[in-house]
C-alpha cells in the first residue's frame, strides 16, 4: 500500500494537506509543527479513535490528547494506491462520544463504496496487520523505539518459523493453561482451597455437632435436678404465706383497735372546744396576726413622734436663725429693700460753713488790698483783674465746703450702718439680707414639716389605739377577762395550741384508719384463723435460693434451646457426612485437573523453548546485520530472545552486552535495526506495508544518521517510508537524490506543506 495524500481537522491540525510519494519521504518540520500529530492522525485514519479509552493520572486519552484547538470536531480523508487501484478512506464524527466513528471508503473519484472495507477492519485490511502488531513493528516513534511484547506480534513471529498459522500464541496458550490453574489453585484461594475449606469446614461441624449433643444430655440431667430443687422451695414459701396471712391477720385486729381509739380521742378534744367557745383556726391567726401588726404599728408611732420633736428642734433652729438677723421682725423685700437704700442721718455742717467763710473774708480782704494799693496803676480791663481773684476764691471756698459736707455725710451714713449691721460694705449688707431671706425660707418649711409629721403621729396613735381596742373586744367574746393586749395574746396562744392537740389527733386517727384499711387490703381473706407454726427460716432467703434455682434452670432451659437452634442450623450428621464425602471426590478431581494442567504447561514450555531456539536465530541474525550495517562495523552480532530483548556484541569481544549498557544513540539503531528486521520477516510482503518513522534518528551523529538513510533508501525500495524530522540534515545528506521526496512543513498552522 502507498500513501499518497492526508487531510486532517486533528489536534492542531485545521483543515490541512500533505502530500506523499513512493519510496522514501522526508518530511522536515520544527519541533510543535505537528509531525507526532500526522503520525497519530494517519494511526488513527487505518484503526480509527478508542472512544472507551480514559484519561489516567500519567497518560491522556487519544480522544482528548488530539481533540481540535478550534473546537470543532475531529474529521480527516486518506488518499492511497492499493493493489493498482486508488482508494479514498475518509473518517468524521457524528457524536462527540464517538469521534471519527463515521467510516466511508470508495474508489477515487467515483462514489463506489469499496465492499467489505469498515472502519473496524481497515488498518488490518490495508496493512495486513493488527494495531498492536503496527505500532510495534511498522509505526517508529524516537520515545518507542524500544519493541515491547505482544500476543499478536508473537503470533506473527510463530507463523514465520513454524507452521504459518496465526491463531496460537505461546503467550495466550500459557496464560489460558495458567488460568485455569489459578481457577483450581492459586496459593490460597481457588476452587482447590475453598473446596479444602469446606472440608475442613464440614469435619468441624461434623465434630462440632457430637460435642453439642453431649453437651444437651449433661443439660438435661442439670434441668431435671434443677426442677426438683424448685418444687421444694416452692413448697416452703407457701408455708411462709400462710405463715405472714396469719400475722397479717393479728396485726389487722390491733390496727383496728388503735384505729377506733384514736377516732375517739378526737371527737373528746373537739367537744371540749365547742363547749370552751375557742375559735377556729383561721380566727385565731387572723388576731394573732392583728397583734402582731399592733407592734408594726407601735413602732411606726414611735418612729413618727420621734420625727415629730426632731422637726420641733428643727424649727426651732430656723427661728433663731431668723430671730438673731438684723432684719429680723421685718419681711423678705422690706429686708432687701433696706439693705439695697442708704439710711437717713444728721451730721454737723459746721465746719464745713466756717470753711466757706473765712474764705469769703479771705476774697474780701484781698480784694480789698489790691484795690487799694494797685488801683493808680489799673486802667480799662485791667481793673476787673481784682474781682476776678474775688470770685476764683469764692468758688474755691465753695468746692472745699461741699466736699467736706459729702465727707461729713457719709461718714455719719457708715456710722450708722456698722451700727445696725456690723458693717458698712454695701455688698455685705446684701449678702445678710439674702441669708435673712434664706432663713425664713427655711423656717417656714420646717414649720410645714412639723405639721406634718404631727398629723402623722397623731394619726397612727388614733390607729393603734382604734386596732388595740377592736382586737380586745374580739378576744373578750370567748375570754372575758382579757382587758389588755398581752393578756389576749396569751389567750390566743393557748387557744391555737387547742386547736393544734386537735388537729395532730385528727390527723393520728386518720393515719390509723388508713393504716387499719391498708393493712385489711393486705390481708387475705382467706387466711388461717389457727395458729400456723414459723417455717424454720426466713422467707427471703428461701425466696432468694428460689430466685437462684429458677435463674439457673432458665439458664439452662436457654443454653438447651440455643443447642437446639445449632443442632438444627448445623444439620442432619448423616447428610453432613455425605456432603463431606461428596467434597472429598471433587477435591480428588479437581486435583487430578490441576496436575494434569501443570504438565501442560510444562509441556508447553519446553515446546516453547525449542520453538524459541528456532525463532531467535534468524530474528537475531538479521538484526545483527542490520545493526552491523547501521554501526559501520562496530557491532558484528545482535540477539533478540522470545520476551524481545536485546543485547549486542562489539566487534572483538566475544562477550554480548546488555542495550541498557549501549550509549543512546546505539541503543536507537539497535532498536532500529530490531525493528526493521521485524519488519521484513514478520510484515506481510505482498500489503508492502509503509513504515513511519517520527523523530526516529533523532540520538544518531551525523556519520550514523547517514548510515541509516542509506539502510532506509534500499528497504524504500520495496515499501514506502515516511521519515519525519526536525533536523535538516537528513533532508541535505540526500540532497539531489531523484528517488528521495523532501516535505518541508512550516510551524504555524497558516502554512500549507511544501513537498
Not at 481533540?67 to 487501484?85: I, K, N, Q, Y
Not at 431671706?437 to 414649720?447: C, F, G, I, N, P
Not at 556484541?649 to 526493521?676: E, H
Request: hydrophobic content about 40%.
Amino acid at each position: 500500500m502507498q500513501i499518497k495524500r492526508l487531510s486532517a481537522v486533528f489536534g492542531r491540525l485545521r483543515s490541512e494537506t500533505i502530500q506523499f510519494s513512493d519510496g522514501l519521504n522526508i518530511i522536515e518540520a520544527p519541533n510543535e509543527s505537528g509531525k507526532s500529530t500526522w503520525c497519530a492522525f494517519l494511526t488513527a485514519m487505518l484503526y480509527g479513535i478508542n472512544s472507551r479509552e480514559r484519561d489516567r493520572a500519567d497518560y491522556i486519552a487519544d480522544k482528548n490528547r488530539y481533540a481540535p484547538w478550534d473546537g470543532t470536531v475531529m474529521a480527516g480523508s486518506m488518499d492511497c494506491r492499493l493493489e493498482g487501484r486508488d482508494i479514498t478512506i475518509s473518517r468524521d464524527t457524528r457524536r462527540q462520544t464517538a469521534p471519527m466513528a463515521e467510516f466511508r471508503a470508495v474508489y477515487s473519484g467515483t462514489n463506489i463504496a469499496i465492499d467489505g472495507l469498515t472502519g473496524q477492519n481497515c488498518g488490518e485490511a490495508l496493512l495486513g496487520v493488527t494495531r498492536e502488531v503496527f505500532e510495534r513493528s511498522a509505526f517508529i516513534r524516537q520515545s518507542g523505539l524500544a519493541i515491547s511484547q505482544d500476543a499478536g506480534l508473537e503470533r506473527r513471529v510463530a507463523a514465520l518459523i513454524s507452521s504459518g498459522e496465526e491463531d496460537t500464541s505461546y503467550t495466550e496458550a500459557y496464560d489460558a493453561l495458567k488460568k485455569q490453574l489459578n481457577r483450581r489453585r492459586y496459593n490460597k484461594s481457588g476452587l482447590l482451597p475453598a473446596l479444602e475449606a469446606q472440608q475442613a469446614e464440614t469435619q468441624a461441624q461434623l465434630n462440632r455437632v457430637q460435642q453439642l449433643r453431649q453437651q444437651e444430655t449433661a443439660l438435661h440431667a442439670q434441668l431435671q435436678d434443677l426442677i426438683q430443687q424448685q418444687a421444694a422451695l416452692s413448697d416452703e414459701l407457701e408455708q411462709c404465706d400462710r405463715w405472714e396471712a396469719a400475722q397479717k391477720q393479728r396485726q389487722l385486729s390491733d390496727l383496728t383497735a388503735a384505729a377506733q381509739q384514736a377516732a375517739q380521742r378526737a371527737q373528746a378534744m373537739e367537744d371540749q372546744l365547742q363547749a370552751d367557745h375557742v375559735p377556729d383556726t383561721e380566727t385565731i391567726g387572723r388576731l394573732r396576726g392583728a397583734i402582731v401588726n399592733l407592734e408594726t404599728v407601735r413602732k411606726s408611732v414611735d418612729k413618727a413622734r420621734a420625727d415629730r420633736d426632731e422637726a420641733m428642734k428643727t424649727l426651732l433652729r430656723a427661728e433663731k436663725a431668723v430671730n438673731d438677723s438684723p432684719f429680723a421682725g421685718q419681711t423678705v423685700e422690706e429686708a432687701r429693700k433696706e439693705a439695697a437704700v442708704p439710711p437717713k442721718v444728721s451730721f454737723n455742717a459746721a465746719p464745713a460753713l466756717a470753711v466757706f467763710f473765712l474764705m469769703l473774708a479771705a476774697a474780701i480782704g484781698v480784694t480789698a488790698f489790691t484795690l487799694s494799693r494797685y488801683s493808680v496803676y489799673l486802667s480799662g480791663w485791667q481793673t476787673i483783674l481784682p474781682w476776678s481773684i474775688f470770685a476764683v476764691i469764692i468758688a474755691a471756698g465753695a468746692v472745699i465746703s461741699r466736699q467736706m459736707q459729702k465727707r461729713a455725710l457719709k461718714a455719719a451714713q457708715n456710722t450708722a450702718l456698722c451700727k445696725r449691721f456690723g458693717t458698712a460694705d454695701a455688698d455685705e449688707i446684701t449678702a445678710l439680707a439674702e441669708a435673712y431671706a434664706k432663713a425664713v425660707e427655711t423656717r417656714d418649711a420646717a414649720q410645714a414639716d412639723l405639721n406634718a409629721k404631727s398629723g402623722t403621729a397623731e394619726a397612727l396613735y388614733s390607729s393603734l389605739t382604734n386596732n388595740e381596742q377592736g382586737i380586745l373586744l374580739e378576744v373578750r367574746r370567748f375570754a372575758p377577762s382579757a382587758f389588755d393586749i398581752p393578756t389576749a395574746d396569751q389567750v390566743l396562744q393557748n387557744a391555737a395550741r387547742q386547736r393544734r392537740a386537735l388537729t395532730e389527733a385528727r390527723t393520728a386517727a386518720a393515719e390509723a384508719q388508713a393504716r387499719q384499711s391498708f393493712a385489711a387490703e393486705q390481708t387475705p381473706s382467706e387466711a388461717p384463723q389457727e395458729m400456723v407454726p414459723q417455717p424454720a427460716r426466713s422467707r427471703e432467703r428461701a425466696a432468694a435460693e428460689y430466685a437462684q434455682v429458677q435463674s439457673r434452670a432458665a439458664a439452662v432451659q436457654s443454653e438447651l434451646d440455643r443447642l437446639s437452634g445449632q443442632l438444627h442450623v448445623m444439620g442432619d450428621p448423616s447428610e453432613l457426612q455425605a456432603g463431606l464425602e461428596r467434597t472429598q471426590d471433587e477435591i480428588s478431581t479437581l486435583q487430578s485437573e490441576y496436575d494434569a494442567l501443570r504438565l501442560a504447561m510444562d509441556t508447553l514450555t519446553a515446546a516453547n523453548s525449542i520453538l524459541q531456539n528456532r525463532f531467535s536465530p534468524q530474528l537475531s541474525r538479521r538484526t545483527a546485520e542490520l545493526f552491523q550495517e547501521l554501526s559501520m562495523g562496530r557491532y558484528t552480532g545482535a540477539a533478540l530472545d522470545r520476551s524481545f530483548h536485546l543485547t549486542a556484541q562489539p566487534t572483538g569481544d566475544p562477550l554480548q552486552r546488555d542495550i541498557q549498557l549501549l550509549s543512546a544513540g546505539a541503543a536507537d539503531q539497535l532498536y532500529l535495526a530490531a525493528r526493521l528486521a521485524i519488519c521484513q520477516l514478520v510484515l506481510p510482503e505482498e500489503k508492502q506495508v509503509p513504515i513511519i518513522l517520527d523523530d526516529a534518528l533523532t540520538n544518531f551523529d551525523d556519520e550514523r544518521c547517514a548510515a541509516a538513510l542509506r539502510l532506509l533508501k534500499q528497504e524504500a525500495a520495496h515499501r514506502q517510508i515516511l521519515l519525519f524530522t526536525c533536523h535538516s540534515r537528513e533532508a541535505a545528506l540526500l540532497a539531489g537524490d531523484p528517488a528521495v521526496t523532501v516535505c518541508h512543513l512550516g510551524n504555524s498552522r497558516s502554512v500549507a506543506s511544501e513537498c
